[in-house]
């Protein structure tokens, strides 16, 4: 599937499409496809190489398949000859000049009115309003209500595929199936204790920039994830939703804590206001730790707020 609309149109204009076609490739649409399991999904047991995107476990619509990413060269000769090869041995590479001008086609785009006020917004039944967090309150209470270890992706937290990804615009819906791949109870036990914490190991939070994988935790009323660090990407995704990330002073306190273990962090504005460690309460076990974060000024504001839309609105 060429990488955009644009991509797609510029290829037919400079005839490459013609001669992909020509050489027995299938062109798919600009869009999600196999990647996530929708259409073409490997047999049982398959292997399968990709040139672009993500290869998380399960996503390609079987489960015990593999995926493994490669280079669009690598991909191309496996295709000819039936099997991996070093392309290497089929010449030298390509070269490939970029154009001097990209196309452009801003026709579907429908420019803001000049008064949103007066605009109606029509909402179908599995459209819901984007969720409103609160203001982070002074003290945060609540439950471990999951446990994970290293590199858990924003896959794990927020799953894709063809039947879980029409519900982006209903995130109560969506939030159903949050940490579902883990722990299916999860979405569950979060409504029930009324939201709580989570828990993490190093690189908590990679992979894809999947806005709902803070979005609908957020909605579940997670309050704080900690973990020993975070991706990039997936901490300013958390900020940004109000659910503040945060990093053990010491690694080793990650040891101390158990899923349903009750915490308490206390005076987390005025230590966010003064820039000094959050004193973490393991009120189960007995026991006190730091945890620490690295967060602007500004981040320290949106967080204060509840999140990047309370931050906007207040201004």
């Known amino acids: 599937s060429p990488g955009s609309r644009q ?78 090869m070093d392309p290497r041995e089929f010449g030298e590479a390509v070269e490939v000049t970029y154009p001097e001008e ?26 819901k309003p984007l969720p409103q967090n609160k203001p982070l309150p002074a003290t945060l209470r609540g439950k471990v209500l999951l446990k994970v270890g290293d590199n858990i992706t924003t896959d794990h937290i927020m799953p894709a595929g063809a039947k879980i990804l029409p519900l982006r615009s209903n995130i109560p819906a969506i939030s159903e199936f949050v940490f579902a791949s883990i722990d299916p109870s999860f979405s569950k036990r979060a409504l029930e204790n009324k939201g709580g914490f989570v828990v ?68 987390v504005i005025e230590c966010l206001k003064t820039n000094t460690p959050i004193t973490v309460k393991n009120l189960t076990k007995g026991l006190t730790f730091l945890a620490n974060y690295i967060l602007t000024t500004r981040q320290k504001e949106i967080l204060m707020k509840g999140g990047m839309l309370n931050f906007i609105k207040s201004k």
Do not use: W
Request: proline share 7%; with cysteine.
């Open 200 to 267: 993490g190991g190093e690189n908590y939070g990679q992979g894809s920039s999947r806005e709902h994988a803070a979005l609908a935790p957020m909605y579940l009323g997670i309050k704080a994830v900690i973990a020993k660090s975070f991706a990039r990407i997936h901490k300013a995704n958390l900020i940004n939703f109000g659910i503040l990330p945060l990093t053990f002073v010491q690694p080793d306190d990650y040891d101390k804590i158990d899923q349903e273990d009750q915490l308490e962090m206390p005076e």
């Open 102 to 127: 990209f196309y452009v086609d801003d026709r579907l785009i429908l420019p803001p009115a000049e008064d949103p006020s007066k605009i109606e917004i029509r909402r179908g039944p599995n459209i």
């Open 7 to 84: 991509v797609l149109e510029m290829i037919a204009q400079k005839g490459a499409l013609a001669d992909i076609i020509a050489a027995g490739v299938r062109i798919l649409e600009s869009a999600c496809g196999p990647c996530i399991g929708m259409g073409q999904a490997p047999p049982s047991e398959g292997i399968s190489i990709r040139t672009f995107n993500r290869n998380f476990e399960g996503r390609s619509g079987t489960k015990s398949a593999r995926v493994y990413l490669c280079s669009p060269e690598v991909a191309t000769v496996a295709a000819v000859m039936g099997e991996l």
